[in-house]
């Protein structure tokens, strides 16, 4: 479910240069080689960067850095190379200002970057489907290093992606889906002042 969705919101196509963003040890980012012309992987675990790049690596079509996604996205010297961008199950995780810089950086230096899939992100508005048993802990839902990351809404993510110049379409995953119940997707792209 998770790849086709991927493949399908991205239209993954031959020529497409990927970059997975936060790709952990790169087994995702491994079931879509099949579908682009190449793709690079980040991740702020050097052992996990370690793992993808024994598994998975195929230099030079496809390859695994060890960075954080948003100091990566400011640095990288070729952005235009890209044309697809993935961020799945992780984007909770960046604090805000990396949520924020990630966005605008991706924006504002990669070019022919048309559409990024941001996936599995906890929506704030359905908490109390997750924590149902118990009560969040103060300032839980607005902390990157919790169990589940930051919970925004829908609004606060269009918000967000707005300022930095995107678009936000929502979905969510069909409702057999294991957190269909308190996730949802997002599919951002540029807006029409900025296209």
Known sequence: WIVGEIKRQLTLA???VVLDLACGN???????VDTCKALVGVDISEYLIEVA??????????TFTAA??????????DPQRFTKV???GSFAYFSEDDAHTALRALYERFANVRSVFIGNLPDR?????????REPEPGELDDPRAQIGIWRTREAFA???????WHA??????????????????????????A
Request: hydrophobic fraction near 45%; include cysteine; glycine fraction near 8%.
């Open 14 to 16: 031959p020529e497409d």
């Open 26 to 32: 790169g087994a995702l980012s491994h079931r879509l």
């Open 53 to 62: 790049n024994t598994h998975f690596a195929e230099a030079p079509r496809v």
């Open 68 to 77: 954080g996604a948003a100091q990566y996205l400011a640095a990288v010297p």
């Open 86 to 88: 993935l961020c799945y």
């Open 125 to 133: 508005d359905r908490a109390a489907a997750f924590y149902a048993a």
């Open 159 to 165: 918000k967000m992606a707005a300022d930095a110049g």
């Open 169 to 194: 379409q929502f979905s969510t995953m069909p409702g057999g889906f294991f957190s269909v119940h308190y996730r949802y997707d997002v599919l951002l792209h540029r807006s029409a002042q900025g």
